[in-house]
């Protein structure tokens, strides 16, 4: 393990990977050395942060206090402030995973009731909201890298004829990896998510493919 | 800026209820910071505003979520801006070759985006430290804070043993920090 311990300043400069970083941090619960150093390089980057203080204009405080005001919190209801569209969406939700789930990819999880993925992924730093507008498709991927996972969140899709699902894809350099299949307006989450992936979308026969067959409706590039 | 950071912490403890104008206080503290990381990173004035308007967003959403014990308010609004901006140099730059960058960075250590930068008197020491440096220690710190790049990409992109790259960040880092830090508290 003591190979990690000069790994503390790339790690308060932000120049780990994923990977290396989560082990770094592991690494860090237990050691005091990389504690202080890291505390003390800390220091140095807010320091550095801070001497780039520019005043932005004073009409960004309003358009951001203007969003905040319709902006929900995690772990708080949504505007609508009945609490029952997430119950009966889970519960639409069962019904249809109870026909579907043992086909359902390992890649991707349903999401249970009262938890919210979306809310998790957004809870990390790195995580970015992506919207989607293609012709046929419309939705919102919100995606942390750090946690590997993104949530994709349909709110257009195209219907599906008999005997065919919908099939994501994480396209990479070795090409595209089945990411899980779902016929329902649901959002889902899509785990093993790795930096600079593309999120691909195409309907293909039931049950899935290996390799895409379908036209790529929908193309996302993930952050790297 | 002169709000403490736990002043801040309680500020921010408030907007995790749902205190919008505890919210906007931590705001009015720290947006500077974020807008001018972000504007030193993105280089561009409605980019950079962006940034900070979904850093600011963000931070309101997951309030509940932020964890004192974890790092400092202003260590994390700044790690978020950071990493957005960072992410959108690299879209909006993504056929442009890391050499490019590398190239550019190194005709211009601690470059300012516009004349607005750096005026502040810790701008200036933060400045007079960073020129401390030695070149390679500079481009270690800028490539990979400013830039996003992994130590392993700077080892790559500048042709550079690993074990070195890390050195020169730790020096760096230990430089700045007799430098600053005692100062800059």
Same mark, same amino acid.
């Given at each position: 393990?003591?190979? #990690? ?7 308060? $400069? ?9 082990? #770094?941090?592991?690494? +860090? %619960? ?36 203007? /969003? ?24 639409? +939700? ?22 919210? !993925? ?25 995606? =942390?890298?750090?946690?590997?996972? $993104?949530?994709?969140?349909? *709110? ?5 004829? !008999? ?13 595209? /990896? ?6 329902? @307006? ?22 899935? =493919? ?13 952050? =790297? | 800026? =002169? ?7 309680? $500020? ?36 950079? /505003? ?15 979520? #932020?964890?004192?014990?974890?790092? *400092? ?9 950071? @990493? ?9 730059? *993504? *056929? ?13 250590? #601690? ?21 401390? +440096? ?37 020096? %760096? ?13």
């Amino acid at each position: 393990m003591t190979e #990690f311990h000069d790994l503390a300043a790339a790690y308060v $400069l932000g120049g780990l990977a994923d990977m290396e970083r989560r082990q #770094f941090e592991a690494h +860090l %619960a237990e050691c005091m050395t990389c504690q202080s150093e890291a505390a003390g390089g800390l220091q140095v980057t807010d320091a550095l942060a801070e001497s780039l203080a520019t005043p932005p204009p004073p009409i960004l405080r309003e358009r951001v206090l203007d /969003e905040v005001n319709t902006t929900p919190q995690v772990g708080q209801a949504a505007q609508s402030s009945s609490p029952a569209p997430a119950r009966k969406r889970w519960s639409a +939700l069962a019904l249809a995973a109870a026909a579907a789930v043992a086909a359902i990819a390992t890649a991707v999880v349903l999401l249970s009731p009262g938890s919210t !993925p979306t809310d998790e992924i957004l809870a990390s730093p790195d995580a970015v909201e992506i919207m989607v507008a293609e012709p046929v498709i419309s939705g919102l991927v919100a995606v =942390s890298v750090e946690q590997g996972r $993104l949530v994709f969140d349909p *709110s257009q899709l195209p219907d599906l004829g !008999p005997g065919e699902t919908f099939e994501l894809w994480l396209i990479g350099p070795s090409g595209p /990896e089945p990411a899980g299949l779902f016929t329902q @307006r649901d959002a889902i989450v899509v785990e093993g998510v790795e930096a600079g992936q593309v999120l691909g979308l195409t309907i293909e026969p039931e049950g899935g =493919s290996d390799v895409p067959t379908g036209e790529i409706l929908m193309a996302v590039q993930l952050p =790297s | 800026m =002169s709000t403490s950071e736990p002043a801040l912490e309680t $500020l921010m403890l408030g907007a995790a209820t749902g205190d919008q104008g505890a919210f906007a206080a931590v705001y009015d503290a720290t947006a500077s910071m974020v807008y001018g990381l972000a504007l030193r990173i993105v280089r561009d004035n409605a980019l950079a /505003e962006e940034v900070a308007q979904e850093v600011y967003v963000q931070a309101w959403r997951t309030a509940p979520r #932020f964890d004192p014990g974890r790092g *400092s308010v202003r260590g994390w609004l700044a790690t978020m801006a950071r @990493r957005k901006a960072i992410d959108v140099v690299r879209r909006s730059e *993504s *056929s442009r070759r890391r050499d490019a960058l590398v190239g550019s960075w190194m005709d211009r250590p #601690f470059d300012e985006p516009a004349e607005s930068v750096g005026r502040s008197e810790v701008g200036e020491r933060v400045r007079q430290a960073f020129s401390a +440096l030695s070149d390679v220690q500079q481009q270690a710190v800028a490539l990979t804070y400013f830039q996003g790049l992994t130590y392993q990409e700077v080892a790559e992109a500048t042709g550079t043993p690993l074990g070195t790259v890390k050195t020169r960040m730790r020096s %760096a880092l230990a430089k700045l920090g007799n430098i600053l830090v005692d100062e800059y508290d």
